[in-house]
Nanobody, 122 residues
């Protein structure tokens, strides 16, 4: 049974930082591209960032470029999202995703986590 368990969300003031983690189990972690998507109320799910299975390739959505950093530790079966300079518009549920595809697309995700809430106050 595959599980992706996110942690690290919470309430933060604008300009602050959070580090999200996603611990994976039940899958061959190094065989999957891992990444993060987010969904704000009333909006579509959008790509935040992804890292290819061997870590050689990284991609970010436009809203994350220059502020967020994705990393993965294949020895720990964990992917991280460091979020800096947070803005109120970053408020959303952040979902961890695993896919055998690269580049990453929400339509090609094999497994989703249940999400972690990030709220940025102004």
């Amino acid at each position: 049974q595959v599980q992706l368990v996110e942690s690290g969300g919470g309430l933060v003031q604008a300009g602050g930082s959070l580090r999200l983690s996603c611990a994976a189990s039940g899958l061959s972690f190094s065989s999957y591209s891992m990444g993060w998507f987010r969904q704000a109320p009333g909006k579509e799910r959008e790509f935040v960032g992804g890292r290819s299975k061997n870590g050689a390739n990284t991609a970010y959505g436009d809203s994350a470029k220059g502020r967020f950093t994705i990393s993965r530790d294949n020895a720990k079966n964990t992917v991280y999202l460091q979020t800096n300079s947070l803005k109120p518009e970053d408020t959303a549920v952040y979902y961890c995703a695993a896919t055998t595809s690269w580049p990453m697309s929400a339509f090609l995700v094999n497994y989703w986590g249940q999400g972690t809430h990030v709220t940025v106050s102004s």
